[in-house]
């Protein structure tokens, strides 16, 4: 079983559109985040959750909205899309809080965004 | 934000052993040392961690100077398998926060 699942992993969209990028882990963490890869491969931070609480939520416009409904599972919720937002976005997870542990991180296989 | 230093690419011959460096001179004393490393259309997978003392395990070594201020990630047989970019990352002790850098293409040749 993966432990980090993402889905979908290809998501092409016209610029404007609302779209989703769904996440799950199977390894019992508590902590999950969302990075996002840009084209020069640069992996930077958007959101991190414990136990559905937001903890982490770095400088990312507020057309990005994630949403936890349980432990196990982090979506990633994007409005009215932009070209900037073409990326690879990974979600991973960790065993411990983002602030207070040293938890390695687990990531998915990552969700790769076209917006045209 | 990442606070490391890695040189953009290396190479490396198979089954030859392959020693990627680290460069972080304003580490602080809490500050751990991990390494990621990121296959071709994969997410970053964790290699290996430590403070200040070398470390072991089954998928690479670590050494770690003795002032701290860097280290280098030891493949003691690279495989073709092992091409990927590889991160060196610190991480303060109470916190999962993750910052990336551009980390060291490594390029495996047969």
């Known amino acids: 079983d993966t432990a980090v699942s993402q889905t979908p992993k290809y998501l092409v969209t016209q610029m404007g559109n609302d779209k989703s990028i769904k996440c799950e882990q199977n390894?019992?963490?508590?902590?999950m985040y969302w990075y996002k890869q840009d084209s020069k491969k640069f992996l930077k931070i958007m959101f991190s959750y414990n136990n559905k609480e937001l903890i982490i939520n770095e400088t990312v416009p507020n057309r990005f909205s994630p949403k936890s409904p349980d432990k196990a599972h982090l979506n990633l919720h994007i409005n009215s899309l932009e070209l900037g937002d073409s990326a690879v976005y990974f979600c991973a997870s960790s065993r411990g809080p983002p602030r207070g542990t040293n938890e390695k991180l687990f990531f998915g296989s990552g969700t790769q965004l076209s917006v045209l | 934000d990442a606070k490391t230093t890695q040189p953009n690419s290396m190479e490396s011959n198979e089954e030859e052993p392959v020693h990627l460096p680290c460069n972080h001179s304003?580490?602080?004393?809490?500050?751990?040392i991990h390494w990621y490393r990121q296959l071709p259309s994969q997410g970053p997978e964790y290699v290996i961690h430590g403070l200040t003392s070398n470390v072991n395990n089954r998928m690479a070594s670590l050494a770690i100077a003795e002032d701290r201020k860097s280290s280098t990630l030891i493949l003691h047989r690279a495989t073709l398998r092992d091409a990927a970019v590889y991160y060196c990352i610190l991480r303060p002790y109470n916190n999962n926060d993750m910052r990336f850098g551009a980390g060291t293409r490594l390029t495996v040749k047969p």
């Open positions: 304003t580490i602080s004393g809490t500050d751990y």
């Open positions: 390894l019992g963490h508590d902590t």
